[in-house]
C-alpha cells in the first residue's frame, strides 16, 4: 500500500465514531462488495476513473444470488461485509456494486456509519430518460431490486416522461456468477423475447438498462435479442464519478501509487476460482483471490 504520495488526513473521533474503526488517511483503501462477480463491471469502471486507488473487492458468491433473497438476509450481508471492510482494512469510502443490495441495504449502512462515503448503485433510468428517442425503455434487473421502494420512487418520479418496460430476470444472474453459457443464452433469449420489440422505430425499445451488475457481462447474449442498434446502459462510470467527488470533497483522494504496487486486493466468501477467472477473462487482472469467511 502507498503512502508516500498520498496525502494525510486529521481524523477526528467522536465518542460515537470510536465504536467503528475509521479509515485513517488517504493511502487506505476503498472497499467494494456485491453478491459475486458483477461488481468487477463496477471495479473496471472505479479503476478507469480512479487509477491511483487501492481497491479491497469481496465477492459475497457464498450467499449469492441476492437478487432471490428477502431484504433482511441482504442487510445482514452486507452490515456484515461492510463491518470486516472497516474493522480489517480501515476503507476510507465503501462502494455497493450491486443494486440489489444497494436497494435493500444502503440507508442503514450509511445510518449505521454516517462518518463512511458511501456510494450506491441504481438502474440508470434517468440518463436512459435523457437518451431515448422513441420513448420506449427496457429495464432489466433481480426481482428484489424492482420491488424494492427505493427503485419503485425512481420509477414513480419519471412518470409521464417515458414508458418503461420492466423485466426481472431470476436467474440470470446464477448463470452468470456459474459461467454457464447455456442457461445465460436461454435467459437472456427468454427475458428480452418477454420485453417486447427492440429497435429505433416508434413504439420499439431504443434503450436498455441494465439494472444488475452483472448483466453487462453477458451483452453479447443480450444482444443476440435486442440487436445492435438497441443502446445498453450500465451503472458503472457514475458510481466511479461520484466516488471521486466524494473522495476529493473529503480530501481523501489518493494523489499517486508506488510503482508496482497491487491495486486490487480480491476476497471471496465463496469459490475462489470463479472470482479468479473472471477478473482475469473480464478485467485482464491475473491475481490470486482470498477466500473469506464472514
Ligand atoms: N449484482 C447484483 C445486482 O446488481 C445482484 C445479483 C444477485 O446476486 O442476484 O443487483
Not at 213 to 233: D, K, Q
Request: hydrophobic share 45%.
Amino acid at each position: 500500500m502507498a503512502k508516500a504520495h498520498c496525502q494525510r488526513r486529521v481524523q477526528v473521533h467522536s465518542r460515537r465514531l470510536a465504536l467503528t474503526p475509521l479509515p485513517s488517511h488517504s493511502a487506505s483503501p476503498i472497499g467494494v462488495f456485491d453478491s459475486g462477480v458483477g461488481g468487477l463491471s463496477v471495479l473496471r469502471a472505479l479503476l478507469a476513473e480512479l487509477p491511483d486507488e487501492q481497491v479491497v473487492y469481496v465477492a459475497d458468491s457464498g450467499h449469492a444470488p441476492y437478487g432471490e433473497r428477502d431484504d433482511a438476509y441482504v442487510i445482514e450481508r452486507a452490515r456484515a461485509i461492510t463491518a470486516h471492510l472497516l474493522t480489517h482494512h480501515h476503507i476510507k469510502a465503501l462502494v455497493v456494486a450491486c443494486n440489489t443490495a444497494t436497494a435493500a441495504a444502503i440507508h442503514l449502512l450509511r445510518e449505521q456509519h454516517p462518518q463512511l462515503p458511501i456510494v450506491g448503485i441504481e438502474p440508470a433510468l434517468k440518463p436512459a430518460v435523457g437518451l431515448s428517442t422513441t420513448g420506449v425503455i427496457g429495464v432489466m434487473a433481480t426481482r428484489s431490486t424492482l420491488r424494492s421502494d427505493k427503485f419503485q420512487r425512481l420509477l414513480a418520479s419519471l412518470e409521464g416522461q417515458a414508458r418503461f418496460v420492466v423485466q426481472p430476470c431470476a436467474g440470470l444472474a446464477l448463470a452468470i456468477e456459474q459461467f454457464d453459457t447455456i442457461k445465460i443464452e436461454a435467459a437472456c433469449a427468454e427475458y428480452t423475447g418477454a420485453m417486447g420489440s427492440f429497435g429505433t422505430k416508434t413504439g420499439q425499445i431504443d434503450t436498455l438498462v441494465l439494472g444488475c451488475t452483472h448483466y453487462p457481462f453477458a451483452e453479447s447474449h443480450l444482444r443476440a435479442g435486442t440487436g445492435a442498434a438497441v443502446r445498453y446502459l450500465e451503472g458503472g462510470a457514475p458510481v466511479a464519478r461520484q466516488t471521486r467527488r466524494l473522495l476529493q470533497a473529503g480530501q481523501a483522494i489518493c494523489a499517486g501509487r508506488a510503482t508496482g504496487s497491487q491495486q486490487v486486493v480480491f476476497y471471496s466468501t465463496g469459490n475462489p476460482l470463479t472470482l479468479e477467472s473472471a477478473a482475469k477473462r473480464w478485467l485482464g487482472l491475473e491475481q490470486s483471490v482470498l477466500p473469506l469467511a464472514v
